[in-house]
């Protein structure tokens, strides 16, 4: 009896101290949020495009100290971290730098309408609503804890599928040498070239070669893994971190998300995997990450390759661009709104189409990459076709497609999605599967900051197909024991 209350009171306390920590957390962040309000307005006050900026930050500050559930239930959890993350960039950092610049001549594109702008932060605004809401009314469903037996690692009884994979993949690689092209070393020797392939079943043998770098880590990640449980010595937990090097040191293509989502991925399998490494793992590879991410950077922000000069001057207003750029802040969403204003008309049901089928291996001739939103987005900005690197966040092309009250479905869809992939993280003890959830979690949580068709084909492009090669694999397996058993 003495014990069971013991453990009851134990469990109170820390209860309430975890409440505690998280309400004075969550007070100080809506503090600073708050304080940064006040800045933006002072700042703002007379600009009438701009006299909303204000009440992003106001209104995170609010929202985060009254809805806890955004918080409570990111320790743990990758996707709820990120969107964290994503919401503080978003409607704090970005306003701030965007009210300290705000005077400064636009660096590129069409400097969006006034009324475009107050619009643009409305949708914000709703947005902002919407994820708050959606995850304080359903995140206790996916996140509770469930009454599982948790076990670390389950391992490959079977390689035959994957390894056939892997060697299918590597063999494309040899025949085609455009292909290997499109992997570059994350120390950048001369400029890259966006490469157009003109190959039969280019989408097709993309996406195999692409496996390559999924299939050959978790491969060797659960080799050492089996080592290590026989002997555990931290040689294998090297080993380990060494079989990720193709994958966080080869971009595809110039994209940072290409090394940064699978490495954070191999990442939390190689935590769930050492935990008595956590400290070092994480280290280790957050500063490699660090490093890696860095010298792209150099490449993509300053033209920078290796040997040559190099000029880092940044000012305020190129990081309040950026800012605005990476997280579709109010220039992007104003324009969303002109280009309704301006091309509205020309944006149908066979745009929504196009958008759906864009991205999709195999199924991407079925769409004119002319008409997207991408597209008329591009083209509203820049006047011309020739360049499409901007795209339209998730709830612009929602709001293109389906109108203002319609505008929140596919967030709504998207944060279900992700809680849903989230949630299940924890509770994974197969490497294969905790790499796929994991990597479409991260995309997902960044829903406010990519388009649809960043997010939706990745399901169709490797989510599906990699999870029937890993089902078949198992599968596989399983009917080899019941054969020998029989």
Not at 347 to 354: A, D, G, Q, R, S
Not at 431 to 445: D, K, N, T, W
Request: contains cysteine; hydrophobic residues 50%; glycine residues 6%.
């Amino acid at each position: 009896m003495f014990s069971t209350g013991s453990i009851t009171l134990q469990e109170r306390n820390k209860t309430k101290s975890s409440f505690v920590s998280s309400l004075l957390f969550r007070f100080c962040i809506s503090v600073v949020a708050i304080l940064i309000a006040l800045i933006v307005s002072f700042n703002t006050q007379d600009l009438l495009g701009n006299k909303y900026l204000f009440l992003l930050p106001l209104l995170y500050g609010v929202l985060f100290f009254l809805m806890p559930s955004l918080w409570n239930h990111s320790k743990g959890n990758v996707g709820m971290t990120i969107l964290n993350l994503v919401l503080f960039m978003r409607y704090v950092v970005s306003p701030l730098f965007r009210s300290l610049s705000i005077n400064e001549p636009n660096i590129r594109g069409k400097v969006p309408t006034d009324t475009g702008l107050n619009y643009g932060m409305f949708m914000m605004i709703a947005e902002l609503l919407v994820v708050f809401f959606v995850v304080e009314l359903f995140a206790e469903k996916f996140y509770r804890e469930k009454n599982k037996t948790r076990t670390l690692f389950r391992p490959l009884n079977n390689k035959f599928i994957l390894t056939m994979v892997l060697f299918l993949g590597i063999s494309l690689l040899l025949i085609f040498p455009e292909v290997r092209e499109r992997y570059n070393f994350f120390i950048v020797t001369e400029a890259i070239e966006n490469l157009t392939l003109d190959i039969p079943l280019d989408g097709i043998i993309l996406m195999i070669t692409d496996l390559v770098f999924i299939i050959f880590p978790v491969i060797m990640i659960d080799f050492f893994k089996k080592k290590y449980e026989k002997i555990p010595h931290f040689k294998y937990v090297v080993f380990s971190l060494l079989s990720m090097l193709p994958v966080i040191t080869f971009f595809k293509g110039t994209s940072r998300f290409s090394v940064v989502v699978p490495t954070i991925a191999f990442m939390v399998i190689l935590l769930k995997l050492y935990p008595e490494y956590k400290k070092r793992l994480g280290v280790i590879i957050g500063s490699v990450l660090l490093i890696v991410f860095s010298s792209f950077s150099l490449y993509k922000q300053f033209g920078y390759t290796q040997g040559s000069d190099i000029d880092m001057s940044m000012n305020t207003n190129e990081i309040a661009y950026n800012l605005d750029a990476y997280m579709s802040g109010p220039d992007n969403m104003g324009r969303v709104i002109d280009l309704n204003n301006a091309y509205g008309s020309n944006i149908t049901l066979e745009t929504l189409k196009n958008d759906i089928f864009n991205n999709v291996a195999l199924l991407s001739g079925l769409s004119d990459s002319r008409n997207t939103t991408s597209a008329w987005f591009n083209m509203f900005l820049y006047g011309n076709n020739e360049v499409t690197d901007q795209i339209v966040p998730l709830s612009g092309q929602s709001f293109l497609h389906f109108g203002s009250l319609g505008m929140p479905i596919l967030m709504i869809i998207t944060i279900m999605l992700m809680m849903f992939f989230d949630s299940k993280i924890k509770y994974e003890n197969r490497i294969e599967y905790v790499y796929l959830y994991v990597y479409i979690v991260m995309y997902m949580s960044m829903a406010m900051m990519v388009s649809f068709g960043s997010i939706y084909p990745i399901f169709t492009n490797l989510f599906i197909p990699i999870l029937v090669i890993f089902a078949m694999n198992r599968k596989l397996s399983l009917r080899k024991k019941n054969d020998r058993s029989g």
